[in-house]
């Protein structure tokens, strides 16, 4: 059961390099999301799709771009990052009609700017 | 705006003993829905316990339960008989919509647990 997919597992970039974070889900959901969670701070939500073809910005979205490829995908690009961008990415999905807003994870991303 | 809060960065308890996780929310929504996460120190985030706005009864699943009081908008994990697994990260979230057909979730900032033997 692969669940949430999020490729790579770890990744160390120079400031102002760019990079993707990849996302797949094989539950059929609609709704996919990436949080960013950083030391007290909790999981905060960059962006979000709520079905394919749409995209909206979370809390904190300055900085990152993202691409709903299709209902499976969802990719994270930093296209000049910076070392605030230092932290754990998850992406997510969640099924509207069983239960509301649940959210199913990936195992995270953690990604350090230098 | 929606507004988690956990007011306790830290926990102890006891093996064996019962922990009370504090989580208190604002909303103007009538419906809405609350969670418990858990982190363990490998890094995934493992879902709990759910509880909706209009659900009469507290939620419970297996050792957790939700001590739900609408009023004072309180959402609070109990977890019994602690165990020494039960060491970890643990957040409230709250469920909002977002648009037709989709919903987002706030994260307080968690709450370490930690279990002694």
């Known amino acids: 059961n692969a669940g949430v997919t999020q490729t790579p597992k770890f990744q160390v970039l120079k400031t102002g390099q760019s990079m993707t974070l990849q996302c797949a889900q094989d539950?059929?959901?609609?709704?996919m999301y990436w949080y960013r969670q950083d030391p007290g701070m909790g999981l905060r939500l960059i962006y979000y799709?709520?079905?394919?073809?749409?995209?909206d910005k979370g809390e904190v979205p300055n900085g990152y771009n993202v691409s709903r490829l299709n209902k499976r995908e969802f990719s994270l690009r930093l296209e000049s990052a910076a070392p605030s961008q230092t932290s754990v990415y998850f992406c997510?999905?969640?099924?509207?009609?069983?239960?509301?807003?649940?959210?199913?994870f990936g195992e995270g991303s953690r990604l350090t700017v230098l | 705006a929606q507004k988690i809060t956990q007011t306790q960065p830290g926990m102890f308890v006891q093996e064996k003993e019962a922990v009370t996780l504090d989580c208190t929310y604002d909303?103007?929504?009538?419906?809405?829905?609350l969670f418990w996460y858990k982190q363990p120190s490998s890094g995934e985030m493992i879902f709990l316990i759910y509880?909706?706005?209009?659900?009469?009864q507290n939620a419970t699943e297996g050792r957790y339960s939700l001590n739900f009081q609408k009023a004072r908008k309180s959402a609070n994990l109990v977890i019994s008989a602690s165990q020494l697994g039960d060491s970890a990260m643990y957040f409230c979230?709250?469920?909002?919509?977002?648009?037709?057909?989709?919903?987002?979730?706030?994260f307080g900032k968690g709450t370490k647990l930690s279990v002694i033997p």
């Open positions: 997510a999905s969640s099924e509207v009609v069983t239960k509301p807003g649940e959210l199913f």
């Open positions: 539950m059929n959901h609609n709704s």
């Open positions: 799709s709520a079905s394919e073809g749409t995209t």
């Open positions: 909303t103007s929504d009538p419906s809405y829905g």
């Open positions: 509880q909706g706005s209009y659900d009469q």
């Open positions: 979230a709250m469920r909002r919509r977002s648009g037709a057909g989709s919903y987002q979730l706030t």
